[in-house]
């Protein structure tokens, strides 16, 4: 069973910082793309970022020069680094492989 665990969503004022973190069970970790998704009330879901095997990232335009998405292989963790947090950035945090989605965590950005 593939789980994807996240952590580290809240409430920030804008302009402030959040680490997300999702924690994936070994056996897929390494031989994946992983990325970040975010829903917004009444919208679609959307990629925010995706870390590939080789390292490469991709952002979304919105969060381009603000959000860092990294992988740790050792702890089977990806991490979204979120600084400069603007209230447009309120949504549900998702983490996905291929295949298999995290339960989200709610980001809230006051203005």
């Known amino acids: 069973q593939v789980q994807l665990v996240e952590s580290g969503g809240g409430l920030v004022q804008a302009g402030g910082s959040l680490r997300l973190s999702c924690a994936a069970s070994?056996?897929?970790?390494?031989?994946?793309?992983m990325s970040w998704y975010r829903q917004a009330p009444g919208k679609q879901r959307d990629v925010v970022a995706t870390?590939?095997?080789?390292?490469?990232?991709d952002y979304a335009d919105s969060v381009k020069g603000r959000f860092t998405i990294s992988r740790d292989n050792a702890k089977n963790t990806v991490y979204l680094q979120m600084n400069n947090l603007k209230p447009e950035d309120t949504a549900v945090y998702y983490c996905y492989v291929p295949g298999f989605w995290g339960q989200g965590t709610q980001v809230t950005v006051s203005s």
């Open positions: 870390i590939f095997n080789s390292g490469y990232t």
């Open positions: 070994g056996s897929i970790f390494s031989r994946n793309v």
